[in-house]
């Protein structure tokens, strides 16, 4: 079986609003291998009115952004394709990882699949970058469902 890694830093992320499609077992298999950062820094913004997290891919602005990585069957990845509405909204893109933590490992670069956007309104290159996402966090921008928004 071919596995994939792919890197999530927002909304799928453990505690995040939309974990849960990651461990729902219809949409493909996802297994946590360990949490990083990226190698290099880059912009992780909150943007739109529904307050959605976006990994801009301009690689050396902003901060290393941490997140998880998951090693996912080719059904989570195309169920992931569509979830990030790839390649329209989202772009798949291969990403240079530091390793944080986990069995002696710290420190050592992996390469994933993340979801990013090349294509971004000129002004989120002016919005607060973060290192980390959490929706509940002091930037007190909640992220909004899409089970919750009203004109998606």
Known sequence: MSTHHVFVYGSLKKGQPNHH??????????????????????????????????????PGSGKQVSGEIYSVDQKMLEFLDWFEKCPDWYQRTSIQLEILKGNGESGRIEEASVYSKINFEPDWLNKPTHESYDTNGDHGLKFVCREDRKDD
Request: aromatic share 8%.
């Open 21 to 58: 499609e990651l461990l729902n077992s219809n949409n493909g298999q996802a297994e946590f291998i360990t949490c990083a950062q990226t190698k290099e820094p880059y912009p992780l913004v909150i943007a739109t009115k529904h307050n959605i997290p976006f990994l801009l891919n301009v």
